[in-house]
C-alpha cells in the first residue's frame, strides 16, 4: 500500500471518528440536534422547570426559589409581591405556543399557614434555552389536591400563521414571538389577578380554561 493512500485513510478515519462524537454529544446535550436551530413547542421542559422551582422553594424558601427561576427582567418587587410562603404547588394545565417561545402554567398551591388556591405562571424561553418565568399571579380558593403524576398539555396550532392578526402587548399582557398564545392579566370580582390565555386553533383564538 501506498504511502499517500495510508495518510487519506488515516485522514478518512479521524474525519469519522470527529463525526461520531459530535452525534453523541449532540445525544447527549439533549436529542436532535436540529431541535436547537428550529423553535418547537416542549411542553416538557416547562414542566421541568415548574417542578425545579417548587422544588426550590421548598428548600430555599419562596422567595429565595422564585428569585432563581425569574426572567432577568422582573423586578425584585414584583417577585416579592407574588411569592407567598407556598409550601406546596402543582401544576395542572401547561398551555403553549407553536413556536415554544412562550408557555402559562395553572396549578394550585398550599401556604404554609393552610390557605390554598390557584396560580398561573407566564413562562418564557430565553436565548440560552432555558424557561424563566415573566408573572406569577396568585388566588386563593380551592383546597389543594394531592399530586398526581398526570399534567395536562396543550399546543397553539402552528396552521394558518399569516392569518393572526398583529397585537401590541401592553403592561400586564404578553404574546409569543409568533403570536400563537397570548395572556393578559385581569382583576377579578373579588379583587385579586388572575391570568387569561388564548390560543390560536388555525382559524381563530381560543379561550384556554383552567382545568
Do not use: H
Amino acid at each position: 500500500m501506498r504511502r499517500g493512500d495510508i495518510t487519506r485513510r488515516a485522514i478518512l478515519a479521524s474525519a469519522g471518528a470527529m463525526l461520531a462524537t459530535l452525534a453523541l454529544s449532540a445525544c447527549a446535550a439533549g436529542g436532535d440536534p436540529r431541535d436547537r436551530l428550529r423553535a418547537v413547542a416542549k411542553p416538557g421542559e416547562v414542566v421541568a422547570a415548574e417542578l425545579a422551582m417548587a422544588r426550590a422553594m421548598r428548600e430555599d424558601g419562596s422567595l429565595e426559589g422564585a428569585t432563581d427561576f425569574a426572567a432577568s427582567g422582573v423586578a425584585a418587587a414584583q417577585i416579592a409581591a407574588n411569592a407567598p410562603r407556598v409550601a406546596r404547588s402543582q401544576p395542572r394545565l401547561i398551555l403553549a405556543s407553536c413556536d415554544g417561545t412562550l408557555s402559562v402554567a395553572k396549578g394550585e398551591w398550599q401556604g404554609a399557614d393552610g390557605g390554598s388556591g390557584t396560580y398561573d405562571t407566564v413562562w418564557q424561553r430565553q436565548s440560552n434555552g432555558n424557561y424563566r418565568w415573566v408573572m406569577r399571579l396568585f388566588q386563593i380558593g380551592i383546597p389543594f389536591a394531592e399530586p398526581d403524576d398526570f399534567i395536562a398539555t396543550r399546543v397553539a396550532s402552528c396552521d394558518n400563521l399569516a392569518a393572526i392578526p398583529s397585537r401590541i402587548a401592553g403592561a400586564g399582557a404578553g404574546a409569543s414571538s409568533d403570536g400563537t398564545l397570548r395572556w393578559r392579566s385581569s382583576a377579578t370580582a373579588d379583587g385579586t389577578a388572575k391570568i387569561s390565555v388564548e390560543m390560536w386553533d388555525g382559524a381563530t383564538f381560543e379561550k384556554a380554561e383552567q382545568p
